[in-house]
């Protein structure tokens, strides 16, 4: 079945003519959100493809709107970036300390495209800030702009920037040991007063969209929000490094950027359309699991609920090759080492299997899900689907044709040779 789903594409290469990527269009229809996924950050052909997709969906189906596994906050002086501001080198300066997970060629080709472009495509962040490492990307902001329509209400956002300070990091990894080393005083004192300050923003809006205009307050309340869904991800993974913490506690980070792509929806213009590239982990439409217990409600399945069949999840996989596997290192600039790990044959169940035993094991396989989904009630898989995909060297257990509405399959993965660290 799923060997007649598949259209076999011709190249990786984004320079390449696009009209292969034709099926596509009739797989994703009129969806407004379109998330391209990935098995494992730091892939090379991931990260081609993605950005050939991207230029499929912009220059041949209307997109006009990048939204990326970015911090929200920080997105903002990309998007101004991507419409032409400033130098090129600015693009180095602004992500240098941001994990690299495949920004460079799509938004450099994304300033190319916008210098002649009718419509200009936009860059977004939808993440909290620092993939969750600091409060600070989000806080400092807010407090500049209270200082310009509420000088009364900066304590409190100075008090939550002094307790930041002492714990902020590149990334999740080093910031939730450091966010542990806080007394449970200060760590209760600093979710309190950021609530604290996200319920005075929302009070006073009135009085800040007279003195600052709406666009200024909207940005604002939203990095507020991240600054509070940071505050409860950093203490739901320290709970989790310490060997416990609540089932999927951690989505925290899941339904900020499920929200985030539909704050931007609702600011941008009427028939706007989004990629939402991502991994495969934050895209799908079910739960994630690992070993039986419940880890996260990730963000397509916030958006499957919010959009419906407006919202469509392209997954990619790799039949074999290499892969990026981490593993925590404090000693580290981001927290984490990747190493470079073979991957092997495909195990029986799995999507990747499948691929091969369809015969499409060494082509770039484009396949289409949605009608292979049960129609059994309450949605269960049908029983001979696919029930696991790769995720890194192992595998994530879920009904393939359940999470996602089309894989990319590609033949052969392998790391990226320019990953800087």
């Known amino acids: 079945m799923l060997r007649e789903r598949t259209a076999v594409l011709g190249t990786l290469d984004p320079g390449e003519p696009l009209d292969d990527l034709e099926p596509l269009r009739a797989l994703i229809g009129d969806a407004r959100v379109v998330a391209l996924g990935e098995n494992s950050h730091f892939i090379r052909e991931f990260g081609l493809a993605r950005e050939r997709v991207l230029r499929f969906l912009v220059q041949r189906c209307g997109f006009t709107a990048l939204a990326f596994e970015f911090g929200f906050s920080e997105g903002f002086a990309l998007d101004a970036w991507v419409q032409g501001e400033g130098a090129e080198e600015d693009f180095a300066r602004q992500t240098e300390a941001n994990i690299p997970i495949g920004l460079s060629g799509p938004l450099h080709w994304l300033r190319r495209y916008n210098r002649t472009a009718t419509l200009p495509v936009r860059f977004a962040g939808i993440d909290v800030p620092e993939a969750g490492g600091s409060l600070l990307p989000a806080l400092v902001p807010v407090a500049a702009y209270l200082r310009e ?3 009364d209400g900066l304590p409190l956002v100075q008090d939550a920037v002094r307790t930041a300070e002492r714990f902020a990091g590149a990334s999740m990894a080093l910031a939730a040991p450091a966010w542990a080393e806080l007394g449970a005083d200060e760590q209760d004192t600093l979710t309190a007063t950021l609530a604290r300050l996200r319920t005075r923003l929302r009070a006073m809006e009135p009085l800040y969209v007279e003195r600052g205009g709406r666009s200024a307050y909207d940005i604002a309340l939203r990095r507020a929000e991240a600054a509070c869904h940071t505050d409860h991800q950093l203490r739901a993974m320290a709970a989790l490094y310490a060997g416990g913490g609540s089932p999927a506690d951690t989505s925290a980070r899941e339904v900020f950027m499920a929200d985030s792509v539909r704050w931007l929806l609702d600011r941008s213009a009427p028939g706007t359309r989004v990629v939402l ?12 699991s690992f070993d039986g217990r419940l880890t996260g409600l990730p963000m397509g399945l916030h958006l499957s609920h919010a959009l419906g069949e407006d919202y469509f999840a392209l997954g990619m996989t790799s039949v074999g090759g290499r892969t990026a596997e981490m593993h925590l290192d404090e000693n580290t600039a981001f927290g984490f080492r990747v190493e470079d790990t073979p991957l092997g044959a495909p195990e029986p169940g799995s999507v990747e299997a499948a691929f091969a035993e369809a015969g499409l094991g060494s082509d770039i396989g484009l396949a ?17 689907g696919p029930d696991r995909v790769r995720m890194h060297s192992g595998y994530l257990h879920t009904p393939v044709a359940e999470a996602f509405d089309g894989l990319l399959s590609v033949p052969v993965s392998t790391v990226a040779d320019d990953l800087g660290f």
């Open 149 to 151: 329509v509420d000088p």
């Open 277 to 288: 590239p991502a991994h495969n982990a934050h895209i799908q439409r079910t739960p994630v």
């Open 368 to 384: 289409g899900l949605r009608g292979l989904r049960s129609t059994a009630p309450g949605g269960a898989a049908a029983e001979t």
